[in-house]
């Protein structure tokens, strides 16, 4: 049986262990929840300067962190559309716009911190991103395909995989050709001699 004073020894030493591992988890939390907020303003004012390169590098350095808040992200989206609009790569900009509506489907674009031509593009997108899915119908399999129809294009994805793996195969077939060409079979060894029973 453990003793009172072995007891209090273990608290006096399990207590600091647990303080220190619940003040851990809180300063990582805090870190993780602030973590972007250096990065959001120094890209902001990249971006305004005009040095749009060096704002996409900290935002997308940024944007890799882990735990990071919905309003991080946000912010991380917003200002990477911003960015890539001004340089004009439109689907990239486009990208990041989808994927703050995705994250914050009522997002609208700042009429007073946005450009007039960045918020055309992210109304664009806000509507692209409410045009209910079409539904594809089967197609009829009864038709016949008339001589006067182009095919459809092929798009060779299946011949790329056949190709990887018939490659694959015959590299495996050959390195065993190599391993095993010149090795002669080894004799078998004699069985063991009977030993006398008990």
């Known amino acids: 049986m453990i003793s009172k004073r072995t007891r209090q020894l273990v608290w ?24 972007c907020q250096k990065e959001l303003a120094e890209a902001e004012a990249k ?35 911003k960015v890539y609009h001004a340089k004009d790569l439109l689907d990239n900009a ?8 995705e994250l914050i ?28 899915a079409t539904t594809v119908q089967p197609a009829d399999t009864t038709a016949v395909k008339t001589p006067d129809e182009p095919s459809p294009p092929k798009t060779g994805g299946g011949r790329k995989w056949l190709l990887i793996g018939g490659g694959g195969a015959i590299a ?12 002669e079979k080894v004799p078998r060894l004699p069985d063991p001699p009977d030993l006398p029973r008990k």
């Open 12 to 35: 006096l030493i399990e207590i600091p262990i647990f303080v220190l591992l619940v003040d851990t988890f809180f300063l990582a939390k805090a870190q993780a929840q602030g973590q």
């Open 47 to 81: 971006y305004r300067i005009g040095l749009l390169d060096e704002a996409i590098d900290l935002l997308e350095r940024c944007e890799t962190k882990s735990g990071l808040t919905a309003a991080e992200l946000e912010g991380i989206y917003w200002m990477l559309g």
């Open 94 to 101: 486009k990208a990041y716009l989808r994927k703050l509506l």
């Open 105 to 132: 489907p009522d997002w609208q674009p700042h009429p007073e911190k946005d450009p007039p031509a960045f918020q055309e593009l992210a109304q664009e997108v806000i509507k692209e991103m409410q045009k209910p």
């Open 172 to 183: 495996a077939g050959a390195a065993a050709f190599l391993i095993f060409r010149g090795e």
